[in-house]
């Protein structure tokens, strides 16, 4: 059984390779521009490309896995954020990276191998300084009024991951139109500074990076490889920014593709529309994780819908989230298992995870659930002498047949959360509701 994954780019399922002893699985989320909480909508992704993360690590060992997550931490949102609160875009930024890392790992994501933030792949070697004059040199970029834009006219397979046309996508109304663009669809990247503006010395004067080039300067600089075999997002980074990734890896690398598999996860939805930001109809996870709702249940409500489905986030969800890992830990406290086979497979197959958690709990490592004791989940906080105490009174009631203190006892440990459950040789459990 080989794990197949679906490809935008070839629109078809396709088989990820075995690793090579020096040459591991390589895979790119493109992460959170750090200006503000995520929503739980931006949560999809990174939870989807643990679990692809967790399936490789089982598949072929951690040795063998490369996972790089990035920081936007260099842009104009981040910029008119700290202009606002009169602080530097680098506090606001790392505020808010703090606020991620703390968000992920609440639901369950392991750290990725490499976290880059944008700022620390400018200079060197690989960083974007270097990539673009390389594309300025190959002729597909062009400097003007302090700006380096790509020449989209020059790459001839662009549009070919969105399969959007040409002409479409130059006279797209979201591309800005500027006197300095040979034509409307070429995109920036560098702009200038200024002086009140973070900025870095290049041959084109002080500047910074567009959003686009940061991601292929990042992932040529930790994943060290031109192509990679994994690269993620959700399906609205598909154009312009995969588009335009795909096109300045490809054409600063002669051609090479910057990655295997494209992968894209479908949106999660408030009713008929995406949870966005600008529609302020926004969920953050620390909100839900606040009102008692538990990372792992938040999680699971997450995997329950294919990645690539849109995914409706109502109370329901959650409830019915809660109830299975309250059904799943009580089953793994009884002992009861499915088998791993049902599991792997489902996975296998363009990371299925609805199947996979009909099979749970013996999937519960690779889908990164179950990671707490039933011990924990049921009986954990409180007051638990005092509990022991009554379930003894109560012990003691029953042996004496008083039914009527039994019941009360019975009744006021219901009334603090605990459920008694007296089996028929009078051994007692007790566990929190
Ligand atoms: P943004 O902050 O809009 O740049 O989004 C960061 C990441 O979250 C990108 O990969 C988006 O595709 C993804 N994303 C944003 N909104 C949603 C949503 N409602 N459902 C799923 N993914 C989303
Ligand atoms: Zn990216």
Redesign the pocket.
């Known amino acids: 059984m080989t794990l197949h994954l679906y490809d935008t780019l070839t629109r078809s399922k396709q088989p990820v390779r075995t690793p090579e002893p020096g040459k591991p699985i390589t895979l790119y989320l ?1 992460g ?2 750090v200006y503000g909480r995520a ?1 739980i ?2 949560a ?2 990174p939870v989807v490309f643990d679990v692809l993360y967790r399936l490789l690590q089982h598949l072929h060992g951690a040795d063998n896995v490369r996972y790089a997550r990035n920081i936007t931490d260099i842009d104009d949102k981040i910029m008119a954020k700290a202009v606002a609160e009169n602080r530097t875009p680098q506090a606001v930024a790392r505020e808010f990276e703090q606020y991620y890392q703390d968000d992920m790992a609440a639901l369950g994501c392991l750290s990725p191998d490499f976290e880059p933030r944008a700022t620390d792949h400018i200079e060197g070697s690989y960083g974007m300084i270097a990539m673009i004059a390389a594309l300025v040199d190959r002729g597909v970029a062009y400097a003007a009024e302090g700006h380096v834009l790509f020449e989209v006219a020059k790459f001839e397979s662009y549009g070919k991951l969105s399969r959007r046309p040409m002409d479409e996508m130059i006279a797209g109304a979201r591309v800005e139109v500027a006197p300095y663009k040979r034509e409307a669809g070429d995109f920036v990247l560098w702009k200038p500074s200024r002086d009140d503006q973070p900025g870095w010395e290049s041959p084109w004067g002080r500047g910074r990076p567009g959003w686009h080039i940061e991601c292929s300067a990042m992932i040529r600089g930790v994943l060290e490889s031109e192509t990679i075999d994994i690269h993620g ?5 598909q154009f312009p920014h995969h588009e335009n990734e795909r096109a300045q890896s490809c054409a600063a690398h002669a051609g090479a593709e910057l990655s295997r598999i494209w992968m894209h ?5 408030m009713g008929e529309t ?4 600008s529609l302020g109809n926004i969920v953050t996870p620390r909100e839900l994780l606040d009102a008692g709702w538990q990372g792992e249940v938040i999680r699971l409500a997450l995997l329950s819908a294919h990645y690539r489905q849109p995914l409706m986030w109502t109370d329901a969800l959650l409830e019915q989230s809660k109830s299975i890992v309250e059904r799943l830990y009580g089953k793994l406290e009884r002992g009861q298992a499915n088998t791993l086979d049902r599991v792997s497979h489902a996975l296998m197959d363009d990371l299925n995870t609805p199947d996979a958690v009909a099979a749970l709990p013996d999937s519960a490592a690779m889908l990164g659930l179950l990671q707490r004791s039933p011990d924990e989940v049921f009986r954990s906080g409180g007051d638990s002498a005092w509990i022991e105490d009554r379930i003894s009174a109560n012990r003691v009631a029953r042996a004496n047949k008083d039914w009527a203190t039994a019941d009360q006892i019975r009744d006021e440990l219901l009334a603090a959360g605990i459920t008694l459950s007296i089996a028929k040789d009078g051994t007692t459990s007790w566990r929190r509701a």
Request: charged share 20%.
């Open positions: 493109c959170p521009t929503h909508g931006n999809r992704g997002g959700g399906i609205d980074l996860n479908g949106f999660l939805q995406k949870m966005s930001k």
